[in-house]
């Protein structure tokens, strides 16, 4: 019997996959236990489309992914903010603040993708790190500059 696997079973499918089992086990464990459902010649052939016009989307993003990437990483921030005597900022250069600077410079980059390595706390310059997924990883530096006000 040919089953569509609907969550994942440990050394023997992946969610999503259609594999050929025989009957008992799929009537008496798989069914019942809503790990997998029948699926017929129709099902199946519905299925191999959806999932190839998936793999088609997902190979679109991750080549937008990828050009994103190599535009960003040309990429100079130069932040200005507040120090004290000491030459230390009031606070630190938080990530909304540099996903906002990001989307002025026509950059659609959430916050949520971006990463320190540590936190900006003094002037000069720092690396700001982004996270495409999918395993497309890049970094940019910014700057930060003393506010003359």
């Not at 949520?112 to 706390?121: A, D, N, V």
């Amino acid at each position: 019997m040919k089953v569509l696997f609907l969550k994942t079973l440990s050394g023997k499918a992946q969610e999503g996959d259609i594999k050929d089992i025989s009957d008992g086990y799929a009537r008496n464990f798989l069914i019942p236990k809503k790990i997998a459902k029948p699926v017929n010649e129709k099902e199946i052939n519905l299925i191999e489309r959806q999932k190839k016009a998936q793999n088609k989307k997902a190979e679109k993003e991750k080549i937008h992914n990828q050009e994103s990437a190599k535009k960003i990483a040309d990429v100079r921030l130069e932040i200005k903010a507040k120090m004290n005597n000491n030459g230390i900022l009031f606070g630190s250069v938080s990530l909304d603040e540099i996903s906002s600077r990001l989307k002025q410079k026509g950059y659609n980059i959430d916050k949520e993708q971006l990463s320190l390595y540590k936190p900006i706390k003094e002037f000069g310059e720092h690396t700001v790190a982004v996270d495409f997924g999918s395993g497309i990883k890049t970094h940019f530096k910014i700057s930060i500059t003393e506010n003359s006000k």
